[in-house]
């Protein structure tokens, strides 16, 4: 049986709000993506240390909490570049809103600062040190540095902790920030949270796997990456599951990510070429030993990117207007 | 006491005639910038022919009694005003856009100077004991505006004598914007 005819005339036509949104441009996916960039790089590194019991021997992993920072930083560079009232963002930190995600998001990125720092200054090799000193020296602040260091040293097992537990925040929050929103039903999920901290993770295992790595520690963030781009594609499949049996805006959720307009980039890119060839290109790397350099950890990195894309252009897209 | 207050919109679809006398008058009351509208017409037919059905509905924010632009502000800069109103701070405001985003209505806008914007309720002109713009102006007085609270306002007598529903009633934003049918 047909439906009854329906004619709609919308007399509003706000730009950047209709006939969709369009309020999130490429800042807030590619500082969601840095976001759990971050996270994955300053936890597998403090992971890794607290199951071995020894610090990291490669450069790049000691160091891993600084590059952590950065990309942060580079972050909440697009984050600011988003804001309409930049004059205002010193207003986040005027505020702590418990029920908004973007308060909580904003005060977490404080506290990766911190244990990001004293991390890596405690990874610092005795040369390093030496040489960290006598430049701290030059601008009178060689008695900072030795304070800094000897905390560094004395609360590392703390801050390793505080690492994981902070970058899980992190990775999850820049999730739960589209997650919680409603009135979108393509990013109405709980699943977002851990699927955003599944896929920080494994872009943060791609990119340490592009750095040079001690042989044993590749060994290890190889593995961990298969075992995160596995909980990714599990993580989307509920993700799916879940939209495909929810109400009806749910299953319009799930149409758009199987056949509708943003199945094709959302198979291809994130499902195909960030997961699943990584995962055969792994698991090859794994058996026969053949260490595939640059390509795969660079697909799941691309991979990463896109899935933020992909969720902000249909996320926007979504709405209850497409249900009179 | 205006705490206790819950003021609400009551839309008459029957009487509209979608002729955007209310656009206009939020647009001049409220100096809504170029290309942006606070409040605009939806003109609506079903069924099949000759059986069909249409109604206009003047809308706008609902003011939501669960308002979750208000939920994901970062800053406090949405919040919930009197009588339930919801409103935006423009001081406090970052132009973050969480709010529009969260928004099932799509009734906030990003205003050109920054903040983020949305139909106050005319709560300056209701404070000063006068009716919102569009209520004023409508000429075939199918909008109505008063206190919930009250038992007797037109209102609440207005939905308890007629049938009414509410938008998307599914959001669970419970939105006091009232239409009736
Ligand atoms: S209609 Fe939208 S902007 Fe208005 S109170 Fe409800 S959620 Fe907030
Ligand atoms: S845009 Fe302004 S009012 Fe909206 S959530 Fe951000 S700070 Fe709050």
Redesign the pocket.
Known sequence: MNDAMLEIVHGRANAQIDPSLQVWGWEIPVYLFLGGLAAGVLILPALLELLSGKKPKSMALRLAPWLSAVLLSLGMGALFLDLSYKLHVY?FYLAFEATSPMSWGSWILLLVYPVALLLGLGGLTDDERQRLGAFAGKYRLASLVTWALGHADALRRPLLWAAVIVGAGLGIYTGILLGAMAARPQWNSAILGPLFLTSGLSTGAALLLLLRLDEHERHVVVRWDVGAILAELVLIAVLLVGFATGDRTSQHAFWHLTSGPWAAPFWSLVVVTGLGVPLALEAIEIRRRLPLAMLTPILVLIGGLSLRFVLMISGQASSFREFP | MSRDKRYAMVVDTRLCVACKACVLACKGENAVPDGFSRDWLVEEVRGWFPHLTAENRSERCNHCAKPP?VA????G??HVSDGGVVL?THD?????????ASCPYDSRYPHPDG??DKCTFCLHRVQDGKLPACVEVCPTFCLHFGDLNDPQSEVSRLLRERKFKVLHPETGCQPNVFFLT
């Open positions: 207003r | 632009c994901s502000c970062p800053t800069a949405s935006v406090k405001c970052t132009g973050c856009k969480a709010c529009i903040y983020v």
